[in-house]
């Protein structure tokens, strides 16, 4: 049975015109993305990505407005889905209280997931894992560099 998967990515830069990217381990897979994850059925697409970054980085944001929405198909890399994915560009409500790392994949022993700021300078399309993420960076190091 094919479905859609609808999710939702925040684009968090800081004054140092950095971006806060996210290691993850999940299904027996190392991968790196931009914060955020799938909507759940019932759940708009703001009330989504907030619910995300309170769940993964224990923070409450703010949504700035809309930074792009996946134009070209994609499969899913877990499973049989097309992935539909909107991001935005989003600030922290307050500063951020995370244990920032600066090595990919440096997790902590609790956890199979730790964020590290990216110079948006620096940012290549190898900095991400997904196909879509790929394409926000691209557009990111475009209109931001």
């Known amino acids: 049975m094919s479905y859609f998967n609808v999710r939702v990515y925040g684009l968090l830069i800081n004054d140092q015109q950095e971006v806060l990217l996210s290691d993850e381990f999940a299904a027996e897979k190392y991968f790196t993305k931009f914060p955020g994850g799938g909507v759940e059925?019932?759940?708009?697409?703001?009330d989504a990505l907030k619910r995300e970054f309170v769940?993964?980085?224990?923070?409450d944001i703010e949504v700035i407005g809309h930074?792009?929405?996946t134009d070209f198909y994609e499969k899913s890399?877990?499973?049989d889905s097309q992935v539909l994915s909107v991001y935005?560009?989003?600030k922290p409500v307050k500063p951020l209280?995370?244990?920032f790392k600066f090595n990919a994949f440096d997790f902590d022993e609790e956890t199979d997931q730790c964020f590290r700021w990216k110079e948006i300078a620096d940012l290549t399309e190898d900095d991400v894992t997904f196909r879509t993420d790929k394409a926000v960076v691209r557009l990111l190091t475009e209109k931001l560099n």
């Open 97 to 99: 209280q995370l244990n």
């Open 88 to 90: 935005y560009l989003v």
């Open 55 to 59: 769940e993964e980085c224990n923070a």
């Open 67 to 69: 930074f792009y929405t």
């Open 77 to 79: 890399s877990f499973n």
């Open 41 to 46: 059925f019932g759940e708009g697409l703001i």
